[in-house]
């Protein structure tokens, strides 16, 4: 696909749980610029009506259903966490699924550049969608706290999130840009600033 000058560039927002892509991600929105969050696009997938939900039910049964139809993703959470091959089948079923909900959404965009906000972004291949990469880090004592603090889940829980999500150093590994959230909102909001104006003077991505 050849990108036109006036077609918005792709920005790929990553990082550990906690470390703080929704906040940054947030000041990107206030700033005037498109972002979509891969999380709500899995989410959109699989709304009632569609069809990813009902082959999901067909799949596990009846009991990843609530009482009003909506997916229960805590048992379907449960379900997989437990047995990788059937994590590897519901992946090969919304990977695909997610990424044209995603490339929908990108194509709609009217800011210069625009933002795909995935803390899945290495190891679901949406890194491929974009032209650049921005790690948000925090030191993993910090992303616990925050984690902690923010969704009232037990320690272990939080360890196991982050042993299934990419290490830190493959993260960085793939990084073009890493923003250190280690200090308060405003240090966040002015790093976020500063890369926004940084990336105004980029055309695909690249300086």
């Not at 229960?72 to 449960?78: E, G, P, S, T």
């Amino acid at each position: 696909m050849t990108r036109s000058v006036n077609t918005p560039w792709i920005l790929g927002l990553t990082g550990g749980i906690g470390s703080g892509k929704s906040a940054a991600a947030q000041h990107f929105i206030d700033l005037g610029i498109h972002v979509i969050d891969a999380d709500h696009a899995a989410r959109w997938v699989v709304e009632p009506g569609r069809p990813a939900l009902e082959q999901i039910a067909r799949h596990f049964g009846e009991g990843v259903l609530q009482a009003d139809g909506q997916l229960d993703r805590a048992a379907l959470r449960k379900l997989i966490f437990e047995d990788p091959q059937q994590r590897r089948w519901l992946e090969a079923l919304l990977h695909p699924l997610i990424a044209e909900e995603i490339a929908s959404h990108l194509a709609r965009a009217q800011s210069p550049y625009a933002i795909l906000v995935s803390p899945l972004l290495v190891e679901s291949g949406q890194a491929r969608m974009t032209q650049r990469i921005l790690v948000i880090d925090a030191p993993q004592q910090l992303q616990i706290e925050r984690t902690l603090l923010r969704d009232q889940v037990s320690e272990q829980q939080v360890q196991a999130i982050l042993q299934a999500q990419a290490s830190r150093e493959e993260r960085l590994r793939n990084a073009d840009d890493v923003l250190v959230n280690d200090r308060d909102r405003a240090w966040l909001h002015s790093e976020v600033e500063r890369l926004h104006h940084f990336y105004l003077t980029l055309r695909g991505g690249q300086p």
